[in-house]
């Protein structure tokens, strides 16, 4: 994944709703679909939902291409919506890219998150 760096660019949270999961291990396939893909931030599947939640950066990235990558993984897949970030703090980059649970965020980011009632748990 990629760590944007604080004004480098708006982050876009793109919501992707794909068909044909049935299990955790068809979620790993299209997490690591998309957790490799340049200008990816965060990537959040729910398998209930048949969702995939993808923060990215757009200069990088673009929704067209996150949905192509879950096509090319064997899912059927369309963008449910594109909308800006604007109550997202920028990552760091000495914070980790692997943690999901947002421990090593910065604590601003945390309360946020949890004034906004939102999770990095996925």
């Known amino acids: 994944m990629t760590q944007p ?3 480098e660019s708006e982050l876009r949270t793109t919501t992707l709703v794909t068909s044909g999961m049935s299990c955790e291990a ?5 997490v690591n679909a998309l957790d490799g893909m ?21 200069a990088h990235v673009d929704a067209i291409a996150l949905a192509a ?3 090319d993984a064997g899912y059927p897949t369309r963008v449910a919506e594109t909308v800006a970030d ?5 990552l760091q ?3 980790s890219v ?5 421990c090593c965020w910065p604590s601003k980011e945390r309360q946020t998150r949890a004034d906004l009632g939102t999770s990095t748990i996925g």
Do not use: I, M, Y
């Open 98 to 102: 692997s943690c999901r649970c947002g």
């Open 93 to 95: 980059p000495e914070q």
């Open 86 to 90: 604007t109550n997202r703090f920028a």
């Open 5 to 7: 760096r604080t004004g």
């Open 26 to 30: 068809c979620v790993r396939h299209v």
């Open 38 to 58: 340049t200008g990816v931030v965060h990537v959040d599947v729910n398998l209930q939902k048949n969702e995939a939640t993808v923060e990215h950066l757009p």
């Open 69 to 71: 990558a879950v096509r």
